[in-house]
């Protein structure tokens, strides 16, 4: 099983980022996805998750309104839109996979996310 993610890179605060994380070697579309990142320094943190189907999706408090997560099961692909960034933000951000809701199962490799003011 293979989660690859991309789409980080250094924007300035207030713009936009979209995040992509496909997926290999697994029934994707029978996977719950989830976004999170890690700051330097901190510990990771949940950003995103959305269901199997995409009926169902939950985000962290401190990016509703301003991030979004969307998954396309055809393309076996989960995606982060990120708007209104801060510098906050900044982070490592890892894409994974889950069968069950118990524990996640696949772990992408992490994509930088900077944010500058």
């Known amino acids: 099983v293979q989660l690859q993610a991309s789409g980080g890179g250094l924007v300035q605060a207030g713009g936009s980022l979209k995040l992509s994380c496909t997926a290999s070697?697994?029934?994707?579309?029978?996977?719950?996805m989830g976004w999170f990142r890690q700051a330097p320094g901190k510990e990771r943190e949940f950003v995103a998750t959305i269901s199997w189907s995409g009926g169902s999706t939950y985000l962290r408090d401190s990016v509703k309104g301003r991030f979004t997560i969307s998954r396309d099961n055809a393309k076996n692909a989960v995606y982060l839109q990120m708007n209104s960034l801060k510098p906050e933000d900044t982070a490592v951000y890892y894409c994974?996979?889950?069968?069950?809701?118990?524990?996640?199962?696949?772990w992408g490799q992490g994509t930088q996310v900077t944010v500058s003011s």
């Open positions: 070697g697994l029934t994707f579309s029978s996977y719950g």
């Open positions: 994974a996979g889950r069968y069950l809701a118990t524990s996640w199962d696949y």
